[in-house]
Every structure is written in structure tokens, then in C-alpha cells.
């Protein structure tokens, strides 16, 4: 026998209808390219997504078109999720900083129709306007007054003419809820990058468990500063977020330095932020070498590479504000878990509940997860066992765009690439992925325990530990790392730091100090540029 409820299907443009009707005044606020701050509100964003949907209709933008966009977190790009989403055709968000060659070869690959962008990234569409074979229009994303002479530039168009060729009247089509939504690459460390293709259900059933108060915990009263890009994974999902609780929304633009994020944090009074550690690391450094303070932020969302223990404590001990720790993948939403305590933890010591706090967390609801060894075999959740990490549910890829890679399941399962261990709460804790993994005489060592020990250390502003090739255990564990300004600190006074902190035999072989670690186009440290620079450190210097 059925259920006899409604059939309405899950679409991201009722997430705009809903914020219009219910939460209409509720502000966006946005940091502009331009310089300056602009303000509106709900009711004012969705009359411009109808409009901008309207005009591309007109423009012949058909039902699954790309539309790509090279753009920082602003108003412009959130009408832009809805008006490309909300018509039937798919939102292409490419990383801007990307080579303008891979930039060209994604272009390509989604064969995008429309390529909106932010005057910054002027330079990249230059380079690449005639490499791009399938765009019919580039379009800045400002007004007459700001655009760029560009005469070499085909097909230009501005944003602000655009949208007024559109009227407001527009209605939002209906139709299938697993429709193509949007496109994100990942970002292609090993090989090309590949595309995954979230659909309306799937981005909706992901806004409806990241909202959760065990997840992001997310409601009309809050203010949102997304720091994470609306490049990257769909900044999480807060974009549907903020319009599915009603939340004010504010968008840094292009300004990400401590300075401008603090600024903005208050004079906004933002309540939830969230970002990849790298980018925390700048804001926190900001407040210290300043003694600010955080008047309004509660709460912040740390994610996309492992928080330190380290800065947990800083931001909670010295700030007042609580770290929600969490996992994800592109290929995910990208929300899998989320470190929220159960009852019993809050009363864990100081030591223990931040141990605790450093790992990944639980699942939100909908998502399935086990570990298994190298047979395939399920492991235990004992908080010992590790393995590599295995995913399934509602907002997981069941593949790649154009079927690049072939089947990627693995009965069913999308194994995450990540070694993890879970414990007997449910707690996942990652120690690595699994190209970065430390194999030392045939045991695994984990570098991200190794990295959050090292950062524990005060002099400490950035650790990376990786695999150096060793003559006689095969591998050994190397870290790089890069002091604060003015720290005075020596090999053996850091090694020393690690003494019954770990195993001695987990004690890594050599400590290299470095000006600068090597981020990727989405902040995290590219340890294979590492490994290909010191990956010899130990034959040479040491071992001989
Ligand atoms: P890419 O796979 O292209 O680097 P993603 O943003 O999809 O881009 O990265 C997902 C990966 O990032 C995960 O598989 C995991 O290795 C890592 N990651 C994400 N969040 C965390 C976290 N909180 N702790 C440790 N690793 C994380």
C-alpha cells in the first residue's frame, strides 16, 4: 500500500519563494568588488533572480545548460544559484584560482553556454576567452558605470543590463526533482579534475540535515558569514541554508585577510561563520596581534582539512566562540559529519572533550558510513580499527560527470579515498588520506595527529607532516613546518615536544623549516608538492 501524501518535488527555487514569503526583509548584505558594502533584502534577491531568469529564458537558455561562474561570495552570484537552478539549467561554479588552463579545460568539459564573472578574474577570462569553445556570452558581473574596456573580450555582456532585459513576473518552472541543479569539479590533485553533479532533491535533502541543530544548527535568528566559497562545494550549502531558515546573510567578496573578515564579523554581527582552517588561521592571528574581541559570533564551522586541536582551544578558550568541526567532500554536498557533543561529553574534562572535539564527529542524518580494510571487510567502530572510510545516502555522488572514472561504487558505497576510525559513539576521526598516508616498516602512521601535536607547540604557525623516504622502514615521517614571526625554536626543541605524546616510534625522523607551505586552490596544503620536494630529505641528510 502507498502513502497518500502530495508529490511536490524538492526544488531549490522554492528555498527563494519560501525566504521571500516568510522572511522577506531579512538582509544580504554584501562586501562588492567595487569597493563598496551593498544592502538588500530576501524580497529584493528573488525579484532579481525571476528577472535574471527571465532575461536568460529570453537569451535561449535552455532546460540542463551550464551557466558557469568565476565568482566571490556576493549578492550577485546568490541570484545567480537561483536563477540557474530555478530555470531547469545547471550552475557551473569554477574555482577561480585554478590555472586559467584547467579554468579553460573544465569550461569545456561542462560545456557552459553563459560564463558569468567577478572584475577580478577580468585576467582569467582574457586568457581563456577563445580557448572556452562552448560559451556564447561573458558576462562582468557589475554595472555599465564599472565595465571593463575589453575589446578582445567576444560576446561581452554586463550583468546589470543583462538582468534588466528580465521582468520580475517570471514564474518558477515545475518539474522533476532530480533535475540537474549544479556542477562542481573537484579539484583534481591527481589527474583531471571530474565533475559532480548535484540535483534539486539532493541539494535540498542536504540543506534540510545541515541545518540541524546537532549540524550547523541554523535558524532565523542567526547572522551567516560563508567565508567558504560559493566556489567550493556550494559554500556548504549555506546558500540554501540562509534562505530555508530565513537567516541575514553576509558576503565577504573578495576580502578574506583577518583584517576585513574581523571587520565585517562585527560590524554585521554575525553569529555563524564558516571555513577551512587556513583561513581561520589569518583571522585568529588579526585578534591576537590586535587583542580583539568576537562581540556577536558564537559559533564557527571549521571543515575541508583537519582542525588542530590547537586552534579549537583558542577560539573557544580565549574567544568565547564554540568550534563545530566537520567533515565533507565535493562528492558529498559536501556534509558528512559534524563534532557535536552528546550530553554525557559535556561534561568531559578540558583535555578529553578537545580530544574528542578534534575528531570529524558524527553523521547527520541521511548519511550511512563504515570503515573497512584492504579486503573490503567492515571494521569495528572501537575508536581503533582503521580504514578507509565508505559513504552512501541522498547527497552522495553515485558517479562522475560524463561518466569519467567509470563506476566509482563499490557496492553501493562511495569510498571516500579518507582512513578514518570511528568509535563506539559514532565519532569518526580521520588520520589521513589515503595517498598522504605514512607507511613506516608495513605500520601506518597518521600525519594528521602528527601535524595537530605540532601546532599545539606555541612557536607554531603551520605544520605539515608527510612520508620521506627511508632505507630501512621504507617511509618515515617528515615535517615541515612554519614558525610564528619572531618564534625562535630548534629541531630538537620541537621534537622534543612530541615525547609522550605519541609512540616514540611515531616521533618524527627531521623537522624542515619553511617560509611558506603550499596551498591548493581550496586552501588545503598540497602535501604531494611536499613529498616531491623533501620526499628525499631523509636518504640525503640523514640516513646516507
Ligand atoms: P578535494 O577532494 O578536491 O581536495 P574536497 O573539498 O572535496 O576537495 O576535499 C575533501 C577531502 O578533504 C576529504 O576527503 C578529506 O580528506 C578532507 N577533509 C575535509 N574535511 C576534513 C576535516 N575536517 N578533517 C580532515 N580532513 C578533511
Request: proline share 5%; with cysteine.
Amino acid at each position: 500500500m502507498l502513502g497518500q501524501m502530495m508529490h511536490r518535488p524538492l526544488l531549490i527555487s522554492s528555498l527563494l519563494t519560501h525566504a521571500e514569503r516568510h522572511h522577506g526583509e531579512q538582509e544580504v548584505v554584501s562586501r562588492r568588488v567595487e569597493g563598496d558594502t551593498h544592502r538588500y533584502t530576501y524580497r529584493d534577491m528573488a525579484a532579481r533572480a525571476r528577472q535574471m531568469a527571465d532575461a536568460l529564458a529570453a537569451r535561449g537558455l535552455g532546460f540542463g545548460d551550464r551557466v558557469a561562474t568565476l565568482a566571490w561570495n556576493g549578492y550577485r552570484h546568490m541570484e545567480l544559484y537561483y536563477a540557474v537552478s530555478g530555470s531547469g539549467a545547471v550552475l557551473h561554479t569554477i574555482n577561480p584560482r585554478l590555472h586559467p588552463d584547467q579554468v579553460a579545460w573544465i569550461a569545456n568539459h561542462a560545456e557552459d553556454q553563459i560564463l558569468f564573472f567577478d572584475l577580478t578574474f577580468l585576467p582569467i577570462i582574457e586568457q581563456i576567452a577563445r580557448q572556452a569553445l562552448t560559451v556564447r556570452a561573458f558576462v562582468a558581473m557589475t554595472d555599465r558605470e564599472n565595465m571593463p574596456n575589453a575589446p578582445h573580450i567576444p560576446k561581452l555582456l554586463c550583468y546589470e543590463d543583462l538582468i534588466a532585459e528580465g521582468s520580475d513576473a517570471f514564474d518558477w518552472p515545475e518539474f522533476d526533482e532530480n533535475t540537474a541543479a549544479a556542477l562542481c569539479y573537484t579539484s583534481g590533485t591527481t589527474g583531471n579534475p571530474k565533475g559532480v553533479l548535484y540535483s534539486h532533491r539532493s541539494s535540498i535533502l542536504h540543506s534540510y540535515a545541515a541545518a540541524l541543530p546537532d549540524a550547523m544548527n541554523c535558524s532565523a535568528c542567526d547572522t551567516i558569514l560563508p567565508v567558504v566559497p560559493m566556489f567550493h562545494v556550494n559554500a556548504w550549502g549555506l546558500p540554501y541554508v540562509a534562505c530555508m531558515v530565513g537567516a541575514k546573510l553576509v558576503f565577504p567578496g573578495p576580502w578574506l585577510d583577518g583584517k576585513s573578515l574581523h571587520e565585517l564579523l562585527e560590524a554585521e554581527r554575525v553569529t555563524l561563520s564558516a571555513g577551512v582552517p587556513t583561513v581561520w588561521q589569518g583571522l585568529l592571528a588579526h585578534v591576537e596581534a590586535t587583542g580583539s574581541r568576537f562581540s556577536s559570533m558564537s559559533r564557527t564551522v571549521i571543515g575541508g582539512s583537519a582542525c588542530a586541536p590547537a586552534m579549537i582551544k583558542a577560539f573557544q578558550d580565549r574567544y568565547g566562540v564554540s568550534v563545530l568541526h566537520a567533515w565533507g567532500m565535493t562528492e558529498m554536498s559536501p556534509l558528512g559529519t559534524v563534532c557535536a557533543l552528546k550530553p554525557v561529553h559535556k561534561e568531559l574534562h578540558d583535555t578529553a572533550r578537545l580530544a574528542l572535539q578534534a575528531k570529524q564527529g558524527r553523521v547527520v542524518f541521511g548519511i550511512d558510513m563504515k570503515i573497512v580494510d584492504e579486503d573490503g571487510q567492515a571494521l569495528p567502530h572501537d575508536g581503533k580499527s582503521s580504514g578507509e572510510l565508505m559513504v552512501r545516502g541522498p547527497w552522495i555522488t553515485s558517479g562522475y560527470f560524463k561518466g569519467e572514472g567509470g563506476d566509482v561504487l563499490v557496492d553501493g558505497w562511495f569510498p571516500t579515498g579518507d582512513i578514518s576510525t570511528i568509535d563506539a559513539d559514532g565519532f569518526m576521526q580521520i588520520t589521513d588520506r589515503n595517498k598522504d598516508v605514512i607507511k613506516s616498516g608495513g605500520e601506518w602512521i597518521g600525519s594528521i595527529e602528527l601535524e595537530n601535536i605540532a601546532m599545539s607547540h606555541p612557536d607554531i604557525e603551520l605544520a605539515a607532516c608527510v612520508a620521506a623516504r627511508h632505507p630501512k622502514w621504507d617511509e618515515r615521517p617528515l615535517l615541515i613546518v612554519v614558525k610564528k614571526t619572531g618564534a625562535e625554536l630548534t629541531e630538537a626543541e620541537l621534537l622534543d615536544h612530541f615525547r609522550g605524546k605519541v609512540a616514540r616510534w611515531w616521533t618524527p625522523d627531521g623537522v624542515i623549516f619553511v617560509d611558506k607551505i603550499p596551498l591548493g586552490a581550496t586552501g588545503k596544503v598540497q602535501k604531494n608538492k611536499l613529498r616531491e620536494a623533501f620526499g628525499n630529505h631523509l636518504i640525503s641528510h640523514k640516513a646516507g
